[in-house]
């Protein structure tokens, strides 16, 4: 090992090589901050990082994390990005200061892993573009629900082919019913559940979608929220490859619906909104239809138009693995990925390009909405 202790041993192509921990700084140390402290320290068999850095409008938050978890405390953004022992700053401040802190952070020498939703305004959206062009292998994107392990279940399945051509998705993410009161809920702060869980559920959307995005319809309500902002989204995305992804979020379903149905001309998959369980039908892959023709006459049967009256169903029960809390896992997940491509240079799975691709769906959805007055 190299002096290092927190140095890990890995295969790197055909040697063993002593690779150093990441040395980290969080801006932003509240709800989300907090997580990103605690875990990417715990670090994994081939993934170590270090915290050498905090930095926090909030003295006394700042203090307590501090105290928590360890670092040099900043409270200015300016003294924080100065500190030169760190390599990687995590950005987790408010919505509305993602892409300028991430401008500030690069141009700092920084390598940057930015909050979602990434950006919130037109001008963010540019600002992005550019980010991307200029300084690329530097900037990365926390869209970090792709690695929840419902979500990474149902792609293995649909990769599988069990279910057939895929024609149609919903997602869902009804959260709790309430009148939810935080600046998540204020367009002026950059909130609103299109930024808060729709840059979850469209980056999720995007990649069932599996093609480029042909339409966008959308419609977007203020139900309970003493906010501005919507509390109720509906998005309908449909691909060049004819399949339809339906996206809703909210906070007034009483009752939850299940988080994803998945319909093929195979089968479906429904999975809970607890995302423990998924419900599998689909036919015996061996199967394959017999010749038929719809009749231009009247229906000889009573109440069974089918040309298949018996099809060989399978029917599966399958619990969502690992059965680990998914907060953490999807953590774990960013962690150790975004250690592989600064480290080893392997490929981070989450593109900019997608996560540009949902900021621009998210413009548009804006566009599609005018009754709210979008901050930018
Ligand atoms: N990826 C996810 O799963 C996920 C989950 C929750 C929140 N988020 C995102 O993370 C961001 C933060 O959300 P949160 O719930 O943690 O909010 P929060 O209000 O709990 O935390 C934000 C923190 O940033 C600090 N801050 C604000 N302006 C600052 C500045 N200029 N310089 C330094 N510190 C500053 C605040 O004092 C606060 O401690 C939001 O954009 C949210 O959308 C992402």
Redesign the pocket.
């Given at each position: 090992m190299t002096e290092d202790l927190r140095a890990i041993q890995m295969n790197v192509g055909s040697e063993m090589k002593d690779i150093s921990s990441i040395k980290y700084g969080v801006?932003?140390?509240?709800?989300?901050?907090e997580r990103h402290c605690r875990h990417f320290v715990s670090g994994g068999e081939d993934y170590a990082y270090e915290l050498v850095a905090l930095?926090?409008?909030?003295p006394d938050?700042l203090a307590a994390m501090a105290a928590k978890f360890g670092g040099k405390s900043y409270c200015d953004?300016a003294d924080f990005l100065g500190d030169a022992e760190m390599e990687l700053v995590i950005i987790?401040?408010?919505?509305l200061?993602?892409a300028v802190?991430a401008a500030q952070a690069l141009e700092a020498g920084k390598n940057v892993l930015l909050?979602?939703?990434i950006g919130v305004t037109a001008a963010d959206f540019h600002l992005l573009q550019r980010l991307d062009r200029e300084y690329p292998g530097k900037l990365f994107f926390?869209h970090?629900?792709r690695f929840q392990p419902a979500f990474m279940n149902l792609q293995e399945i649909l990769s599988s082919g069990v279910l057939g051509n895929i024609n149609a998705a919903k997602l869902c993410k009804h959260h709790q019913f309430m009148r939810r009161n935080d600046?998540?809920m204020r367009l002026d702060c950059?909130g609103g559940q299109l930024?808060?869980w729709g840059p979850?559920l469209i980056d999720q959307g995007l990649q069932i979608l599996d093609a480029p995005v042909r339409g966008v319809w959308s419609a977007l309500r203020r139900i309970l929220t003493p906010g501005d902002g919507d509390d109720h989204v509906k998005i309908i995305l449909t691909g060049t490859n004819d399949r339809v992804v339906e996206l809703e979020i909210s906070n007034s379903v009483a009752l939850p619906g299940p988080y994803c149905e998945i319909y093929g001309d195979r089968g479906t998959l429904v999975c809970d909104q607890e995302q423990k369980v998924m419900q599998l039908k689909y036919l015996d892959p061996e199967f394959r239809w017999p010749e038929a023709q719809a009749d231009a006459g009247s229906p000889v049967s009573k109440g069974y138009m089918g040309a298949d009256p018996v099809l060989p169903w399978i029917e599966e029960t399958r619990k969502v693995t690992p059965e680990t809390n998914p907060?953490d896992q999807?953590e774990i997940e960013i962690a150790k990925h975004l250690y592989h491509t600064l480290r080893m240079d392997i490929p981070f799975p989450i593109k900019n390009t997608d996560a540009l691709e949902v900021l621009r769906i998210t413009e548009m959805v804006k566009k599609q909405n005018p009754e709210f007055e979008w901050a930018g």
């Open positions: 801006c932003g140390v509240g709800r989300i901050g930095c926090d409008a909030d938050r953004y987790a401040t408010r919505s200061d993602h802190n909050e979602k939703p926390m970090n629900l600046w998540q950059g930024s808060v979850h907060w999807v």
